[in-house]
């Protein structure tokens, strides 16, 4: 039951270490730029997608309607 919430987190596992990365090299390759501002900048793409999550697991039935509609 819980596969369409584990598959999500999954995806943010999979995604969040190369954006650290990502955000360690711009905060070096822009010396004026804090790595703490463009983590500010970047939980603005997580924040979504975390709180999709929440969202899920208090309504389990919506992300298992569509599959179940197709099988």
């Known amino acids: 039951m819980a596969?369409?919430?584990?598959?999500?987190?999954?995806?943010?596992?999979?995604?969040?270490?190369?954006?650290?990365?990502?955000?360690?090299?711009?905060?070096?390759?822009?010396?004026?730029l804090a790595i703490g501002d463009t983590a500010r900048g970047a939980i603005a793409f997580a924040l979504p997608t975390l709180l999709g999550i929440v969202f899920l697991m208090q309504f389990l039935q919506i992300a298992l309607w569509l599959p179940s509609f197709w099988f």
């Open 3 to 32: 596969r369409p919430i584990a598959t999500i987190q999954i995806e943010i596992a999979a995604i969040t270490l190369p954006v650290r990365f990502n955000l360690f090299v711009l905060g070096r390759v822009v010396p004026d």
